[in-house]
């Protein structure tokens, strides 16, 4: 395929209308991420759907969990039928009808149904649309393309911030409306892609990649799929049977559905490690592609709660008068974008600036800042948390510092581990890790919804321990990249 425009020092125009196709697209997700679980566990009196806080923050993970999760068939689709293209378009087709569905007042069911459509349709569009980013340079464009995935990156966060802004405040009127905005926020984005893809996408991502690449197929061994599928129903069965979980129940489903990414990831990497034909410097590496997924999804299951506990913390917690007026609490989830787009040139020149005084930092080392931020965000939490219990409410500062800490962990955490990935990984198994990484953040989504479910505003004095728990997991698992990091460095080979 042709790359069309590629200047020397401009960006080809297909950036733009990526740029403007996902920030229209982030803008519906993270406002209505904003609003829900404040909508579902809003009293019917009020207008919401009156669940507990435990079932909304199931629902929550459910949902956040499969709008990741969902990019892994997306991906399949795209490579094998549609082509990305195709892929994206459909995929804000279904996202705007999932919109216009939460628009309508009505039944959980109509709820749920609107969710599902959102979901499938980010599952076509969200990964799809960064590979076709990828696409837009020739592989040798080394340090360009990272450029372009940067300023890609501005537009999802420009759009989230947005949406994070104007959603709320038209929910605070009707939330439906707020569901509403999302959805001609999306409708915006559709436009865009249909009106100047032709011109500046050209062919790419026209035809599906199976017919034009022929790569190399890779194996899957069915016995051992088998052997995996067994264990996971064995494992389902006795924890219900045994009382431990209950699947008749939203939290249930959850924790069902977290054993089932748990086991099935362990067993994809056993597999891969035993029969993937790979030699001992590539199963170092692809091991050391486990080890950061697992620090992702914990970081994620931290970082997630920002619209479950942390949402709901905003809301009942905090004293969010500025002047006469009272900010929204969804409102305050634009913070994290808003730090991200300020921070984001900084963080990335850091980097820059230390390498030239030959002051590398490596990724088990950043990935130890990140979940180590992570935690000092929450430790914040605990102390607001503490206000809480003593009958006043915090301020907002306390929920900004926390937000604060928490995106310049994203920035150490998240555009690194992407990338390492993308090097440490044998190239016949590139479109798998990459999802496997979206399967980090599945996880992590899942678990931080969960945990807000725990979150429960009629008993405050549990507030601080929920909290403090994360400060701990995530300070202990920072710790343990820091002590590991030397051994994970060796098994990283000649990636950096
Ligand atoms: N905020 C980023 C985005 O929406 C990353 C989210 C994630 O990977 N969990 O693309």
Same mark, same amino acid.
């Given at each position: !395929? ?16 990526? @740029? ?8 519906? #997700? +993270?406002?209505?991420?904003a ?10 009196? =009020?207008?919401?759907?009156g669940?507990?806080?435990e079932?909304? /923050? ?14 892994l068939?997306?991906g399949?689709? %795209?490579?094998?039928? @549609?082509g ?5 378009? +459909? ?9 216009? $569905? ?11 149904? /609107? ?14 649309i960064?590979t076709?980013?990828?696409?837009? +340079? ?6 360009k ?8 990156y501005?537009g ?22 707020g ?13 865009? @892609?249909?009106? #100047? ?9 026209? *035809? ?7 790569? *190399? ?31 008749? !129940? ?9 054993l089932i &990414? ?5 067993g994809?990497? &056993? ?9 001992i ?5 692809v091991g ?10 914990? =970081?994620w299951?931290?970082?997630e709660q ?14 969010? =008068? &500025? ?5 929204? %609490?969804?409102?305050l989830q ?5 730090f991200i787009?300020?921070?984001?040139p ?8 230390? %390498? ?32 809480? %219990? ?9 929920? &900004?510092?926390? +937000?604060?800490?928490?995106?310049i ?5 998240s555009?690194? /581990? ?19 990484? @979206?399967?980090?953040?599945?996880l992590?989504n ?24 994360? $400060?701990? $997991? ?7 990249f ?12 000649d990636v950096?």
């Amino acid at each position: !395929t042709s790359k069309p425009s590629e200047g020397s020092f401009k960006h080809p125009k297909g950036l733009y209308v990526l @740029f403007t196709a996902e920030m229209w697209e982030r803008f519906s #997700y +993270y406002g209505m991420r904003a609003i829900l679980i404040l909508f579902m566990t809003t009293d019917v009196a =009020f207008e919401g759907l009156g669940l507990t806080t435990e079932t909304a /923050g199931a629902v929550y993970g459910l949902y956040t969990a499969s709008v990741y999760l969902m990019t892994l068939p997306g991906g399949w689709l %795209a490579d094998n039928i @549609f082509g990305q293209k195709k892929a994206v378009f +459909y995929g804000g087709v279904l996202i705007m009808i999932g919109h216009l $569905v939460l628009a309508i007042p009505g039944s959980p069911i109509i709820f749920f149904t /609107g969710l599902a459509f959102v979901a499938l349709g980010t599952g076509l569009l969200k990964g799809n649309i960064s590979t076709l980013v990828g696409e837009l +340079y020739s592989k040798d464009s080394g340090a360009k393309r990272d450029a372009g995935f940067s300023i890609f990156y501005m537009g999802i966060n420009l759009g989230s911030f947005l949406g994070q802004i104007f959603v709320p405040l038209l929910a605070e009127y009707n939330w439906h409306l707020g569901f509403g905005l999302a959805a001609v926020g999306m409708l915006f984005g559709l436009i865009a @892609f249909k009106v #100047y893809s032709p011109k500046y996408l050209a062919e790419i991502g026209v *035809e599906p990649k199976v017919k034009s690449a022929g790569e *190399e197929k890779t194996s899957s061994n069915s016995s051992i799929t088998i052997f995996i599928i067994a264990i996971v129903l064995i494992s389902l069965f006795l924890l219900q049977f045994l009382g431990y979980i209950d699947v008749t !129940t939203a939290t249930g489903i959850a924790q069902a559905l977290g054993l089932i &990414i748990v086991l099935i990831t362990m067993g994809y990497f &056993i597999n891969i490690l035993f029969n993937g034909g790979l030699n001992i410097i590539e199963k170092k590496q692809v091991g050391v592609i486990f080890i950061l997924f697992v620090g992702i999804a914990i =970081f994620w299951s931290g970082f997630e709660q920002a619209a479950s506990s942390l949402n709901l913390f905003a809301r009942d917690f905090t004293d969010r =008068f &500025i002047g006469g007026w009272e900010m929204p %609490a969804g409102m305050l989830q634009s913070v994290n974008s808003a730090f991200i787009i300020i921070f984001a040139p900084i963080i990335g020149a850091l980097w820059v600036k230390l %390498a030239a005084r030959n002051i590398n930092i490596r990724t088990p080392l950043k990935f130890a800042l990140g979940l180590i931020l992570l935690g000092a965000g929450f430790w914040v939490m605990v102390g607001a948390a503490n206000v809480a %219990a003593s009958g006043t409410k915090a301020g907002m500062f306390a929920l &900004i510092l926390t +937000y604060f800490l928490h995106s310049i962990g994203e920035l150490t955490i998240s555009p690194v /581990g992407l990338s390492a990935t993308s090097k440490l990984s044998p190239a016949k198994y590139l479109g798998q890790m990459m999802g496997i990484w @979206f399967v980090g953040a599945a996880l992590g989504n899942l678990i931080a919804g969960l945990i807000g479910g725990n979150f429960d505003p009629e008993n405050v004095l549990e507030m601080p321990n929920i909290f403090l728990n994360v $400060v701990w $997991v995530s300070v202990g698992a920072g710790i343990i990249f820091l002590v590991a990091g030397p051994f994970i460095k060796k098994w990283m080979g000649d990636v950096n």
